[in-house]
């Protein structure tokens, strides 16, 4: 089917088709993934600056209240806006290393920090190559030293050779946060989902929390944080509370991170968003179960 370039883009971002999926649509198998990744952090950065202007974001740093933290790694970093709620929150002098397989992404993050008065370096280091098992992103050595006080680091969490060394020796960290995790429509078709069977956006997003849980591990100090936020039911009684305790409990389980604490917010997607965002819901609900509340839901979890 053939769309009018200056109709609205029948994905529902609000933008015309020709700004929108076309260049997606149009571009050849093996440039795919790049064009998906430029759709999606466009539609993302769109649907961050609503989130932020509601105070979406300064509610996520909040729930960290009472801990200090000096050194931060986020996962997933997308357009930046929690980074800035971050930094508000702790101050300035908050150390900043962010990291997301989707370069898009972080040229509009280091363009949000930079609004922020807040200095980021973009290390852009990742070559995509469409291969017979799916797309496979490569990328040499990183950095070392990193740029302070916020580096921003091209580099898939599940799959980067040199990711986790450079963490090593940059820490330990302080906090480690993976806020509403999500990707583009073509990172299905990376090989390493597809190694994983992932199926849906919701397999895609356990898999990369679980490698959250166990990379906080080997990075955070003792005493150190991990803090996941999700779009997911209200855990608005007792019952739905234990679940998230009991899922979370799981995904820590091979690690020595221990869950604390649930927090939530009634969450209503954005008027005019246009990222579709998928929800988590933590268990089994029988078919005539109403449609529960979402809300944002952060697990605060501690390394012993
Ligand atoms: C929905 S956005 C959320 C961005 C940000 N955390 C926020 O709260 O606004 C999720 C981000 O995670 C990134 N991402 C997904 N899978 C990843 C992976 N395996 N490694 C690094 N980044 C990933 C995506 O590219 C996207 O920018």
Redesign the pocket.
């Known amino acids: 089917m053939r769309f009018e370039p200056n109709a609205p883009c029948p994905c529902g971002s609000g933008r015309k088709y020709k700004k929108c999926h076309r260049a997606f649509e149009e571009a050849p198998s093996h440039e795919k993934y790049g064009a998906a990744?430029g759709v999606?952090?466009e539609s993302?950065r769109r649907t961050?600056e609503l989130?932020s202007a509601r105070g979406d974001?300064a509610w996520?740093a909040e729930q960290l209240g009472g801990h200090k933290a000096k050194q931060l790694f986020?996962?997933?970093?997308?357009?930046g806006?929690?980074l800035v709620a971050l930094s508000a929150y702790f101050g300035p002098d908050l150390r900043i290393v962010g990291?997301?397989?989707?370069l898009a992404?972080l040229k509009i993050a280091g363009q949000t920090l930079a609004n922020a008065r807040l200095p980021a370096q973009v290390i852009a280091r990742l070559e995509t190559e469409e291969t017979q098992f799916g797309f496979v992103q490569r990328g040499g050595a990183i950095p070392n030293p990193l740029p302070r006080p916020i580096a921003l680091i091209e580099?898939?969490?599940?799959t980067d050779e040199h990711l986790e060394e450079t963490l090593v020796q940059d820490g330990p960290f302080d906090l480690v946060?993976?806020?509403?995790?999500?990707?583009?429509m073509w990172?299905r078709y990376n090989a390493y989902s597809l190694h994983r069977g992932a199926r849906s956006e919701h397999d895609?997003r356990i898999i990369?929390q679980n490698e959250a849980y166990e990379l906080a591990d080997r990075i955070l100090r003792p005493g150190g944080l991990l803090q996941v936020?999700d779009r997911a039911e209200a855990p608005t009684t007792d019952a739905v509370r234990d679940e998230y305790f009991a899922a979370h409990g799981d995904q820590a389980d091979p690690t020595s991170l221990v869950v604390k604490e649930v927090t939530y917010r009634l969450w209503q997607p954005p008027e005019g968003a246009p990222?579709q965002l998928i929800d988590t819901l933590p268990g089994e609900r029988p078919n005539d179960f109403p449609e529960p509340q979402l809300a944002l839901v952060s697990i605060l979890s501690e390394k012993a």
């Open positions: 990744q999606y952090a993302w961050s989130q974001y996520m986020d996962i997933g970093t997308g357009s806006h929690g990291v997301d397989e989707n992404c580099a898939d969490l599940l946060t993976i806020w509403l995790t999500g990707a583009h990172r895609l990369l936020i990222t």
